[in-house]
């Protein structure tokens, strides 16, 4: 059984406490308490632990004097309580020359999250959403005018029309349509060899989600579902930059595949057997997405289906 709760970047969340983004004195006080909780991230990628240790480096009060007015946080409170910040450093900041030197080493994301604990894994995977929005959306899309961040890092104010930003979540259907059996998997021309997931696709203006599944399916594959097959699997917040990434299956009425070649290099069906060893890396020609993705689980979740 899938469970979105089990699914990793979500796993494990920490008390939000949206209580107190509005407190700045409680917030004051939270930042430069000794107990208090700071990770760090450097164009998008976290500061973990050095060499073979997995984890965030977490640091304390003492990250104020790293980089002084840097874009500050507050993602919420852990199970003890205690208060968990962010910190986006300069896309400039000269590790070695700081006092963060041989704490740590900022790692690419994806290659960070897969072995890092669950909570510090949604931490920084909702540390990265919201920074990577801030930098995208410093000019208020209403008049132009430079915005600011408020309400610790989840919101921004225009202060020339009052208009309020809030950070967005774009949802992207992700989804196996099944037929007699077998199951549609593709591949991009740009992913390594041999590499074939789930086909995907970003939700516009006036759909269901499985009304952008089934439109998918058709415009990459050629291939027609009907939207009201759809079972929803579990869902995955995914920061590339900000997705929340839908997991369905649904049941295919053609099999003749015609790819888009705009989007895909190819698709294929493939057996239940098939699925499991490229799930398990036997497979020989095909292998599919690591655990960390949910299309991982989608396609798991598709071969235990009437067992
Ligand atoms: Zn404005």
Redesign the pocket.
């Known amino acids: 059984m899938t469970n979105s709760n089990d699914m990793p970047l979500a796993a494990k969340p920490i008390e939000r406490a949206a209580h107190r983004r509005l407190d700045e004195a409680w917030l004051e006080d939270a930042f430069a308490h000794k107990d208090t909780l700071v990770l760090v991230m450097r164009k998008g990628e976290p500061f973990v632990l050095p060499g073979r240790e997995s984890g965030l480096v977490w640091l304390g009060p003492e990250i104020a004097r790293v980089s002084p007015g840097s874009p500050r946080l507050f993602l919420g409170e852990d199970k003890n309580g205690t208060p968990v910040f962010a910190v986006n450093l300069p896309d400039n900041f000269a590790l070695d020359e700081s006092l963060l030197a041989g704490a740590g080493e900022f790692r690419d994301f994806r290659v960070a999250a897969a072995s890092i604990p669950d909570m510090d894994a949604n931490c920084a995977s909702t540390a990265r959403s919201i920074f990577m929005w801030h930098q995208s959306h410093r000019y208020?899309?209403?008049?132009?005018?430079e915005?600011a961040m408020v309400d610790a890092g989840w919101k921004r104010q225009?202060?020339?029309?009052?208009?309020e930003h809030f950070p967005r979540t774009d949802p992207v259907a992700i989804m196996l349509a099944e037929k007699d059996g077998m199951a549609l998997i593709g591949r991009q021309k740009m992913w390594p060899a041999g590499f074939y997931s789930c086909l995907a696709g970003f939700c516009e203006p006036g759909e269901t989600i499985e009304q952008a599944a089934a439109r998918e399916i058709l415009e990459e594959a050629g291939i027609t579902v009907d939207p009201a097959t759809a079972q929803y699997v579990a869902c995955q917040p995914w920061p590339f930059p900000s997705s929340l990434m839908v997991g369905l299956i649904l049941e295919a009425s053609t099999n003749e595949i015609h790819v888009d070649e705009k989007e895909l290099e190819t698709a294929r069906w493939v057996s239940r057997e098939e699925m499991v060893s490229i799930l398990d890396g036997t497979h020989g020609e095909i292998f599919g997405p690591p655990p960390m993705a949910i299309a991982h689980h989608i396609m798991k979740a598709w071969t235990e289906k009437g067992h």
């Open positions: 208020c899309s209403k008049c132009g005018s915005s225009c202060p020339a029309c009052g208009t």
